[in-house]
């Protein structure tokens, strides 16, 4: 490891959170559901297996304009268990909070997570508290973890990607990242942006319905697009062409970005979902998910190839070609 001590950066969910998880935590944990870097592990249970997934939430402000932490605890576990193929259960919730928080202020985030489960229909079933010093914790952080059950035999994967494949997503990209960094900095902003925290396991289940096999399905939340569609070029040592033309931004996101001068492409999501699907299957998917409410601007934004492997390659607007890293540094901390 080049660094002795921990970087902001490696929080990040790009280049060096990959880092830290490989050479200092990977070591310790020999299961295979680690080691293959999915959004959830899939264990052997009677029936097609379980499927279970954790994360934890830290985002500055704790509310903005759409959502709150609370919901994007609960959103962001459903749809790392919906990730998997598989139809989420039970959460459980974890709660570190500061010495001094507003009990009111909770009581809205509580709110927002019940409303969230309800959506979603999941059940959090069990929970912890702890209270920590002022100045030990910020406000609030939020952990929550998941189980839920694969419907279908064959599940997707981040190491399916296949070549021909053609890569949907199902609306316009760096919302949340966006909204959560113009409530930060108090920018004043075009009002209509917000987060798009969503529970997507509804969706994902109508796609399931319509196609028997879905390649890949991720949610690319930290780090944006560009970084999940690189860990998917490596897991699936394949290469990723993705077309700028046909990327998803809306107008106010685009003008954000220009002001702040951020990249869209590595700006994390909250309610988006990259399907990696066979061409046969693209119109069917592109239907159902045109008819959901987290749908209706879904588009293919590229395809799968064999070379370059590991690779992915935008092409720009302007018809050259880009090579698309993964985050690299730390862009937005606290973002989720
Ligand atoms: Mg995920």
Excluded: W
């Excluded at 702890?130 to 059950?149: E, H, M, Q, S, Y």
Aim: hydrophobic share 40%; with cysteine.
């Amino acid at each position: 490891m080049k660094y002795d001590k921990i970087l902001l950066g490696h929080g990040s969910g790009g280049k060096l959170s990959h880092q830290l998880i490989e050479e200092v935590f990977l070591p310790y944990f020999s299961e295979d559901t680690l080691y293959k870097m999915d959004d959830a592990a899939v264990l052997e249970y009677p029936g097609n297996g379980l499927v279970f997934s954790t994360d934890s939430y830290v985002v500055d402000p704790i509310e903005f304009p759409g959502g709150d932490i609370g919901k994007i605890a609960v959103c962001g576990t459903v749809n790392d268990i919906s990730m998997m193929g598989a139809r989420p259960l039970f959460l459980s919730a974890g709660f570190i909070i500061e010495e001094g928080f507003s009990i009111e202020v909770l009581h809205r985030i509580l709110t927002s997570m019940k409303n969230a489960a309800l959506e979603a229909g999941v059940r959090i079933v069990t929970g912890d508290t702890k209270v920590v010093p002022r100045g030990a914790a910020d406000k609030l952080f939020i952990n929550t973890a998941g189980v839920g059950l694969p419907m279908a035999e064959k599940l997707p994967s981040g190491a399916g990607a296949k070549p021909g494949d053609q890569i949907i997503i199902n609306g316009p990209i760096a919302e949340h990242g966006i909204t959560v960094m113009a409530t930060r900095e108090g920018l004043e902003m075009d009002l209509s942006i917000k987060t798009d925290s969503a529970p997507l396991n509804h969706l994902v289940r109508e796609i399931m319905a319509v196609s028997g096999e879905i390649h890949v399905m991720r949610d690319p939340t930290r780090g944006g697009i560009a970084t999940t569609l690189n860990e998917i070029a490596r897991q699936s040592e394949m290469a990723i062409n993705i077309d700028e033309n046909q990327l998803p931004i809306t107008p106010e996101v685009s003008s954000a970005c220009e002001i702040l001068g951020l990249d869209p492409l590595y700006i994390a999501n909250e309610g988006k979902i990259l399907v990696f699907c066979s061409q046969d299957d693209t119109p069917r998917i592109l239907e159902i998910m045109h008819k959901n409410k987290y749908g209706g601007a879904a588009r293919v934004i590229g395809t799968v190839r064999e070379e370059p492997r590991r690779k992915v390659i935008l092409k720009t607007a302007i018809g050259g070609q880009r090579l698309i890293d993964m985050l690299a540094g730390e862009q937005l901390p606290r973002i989720c």
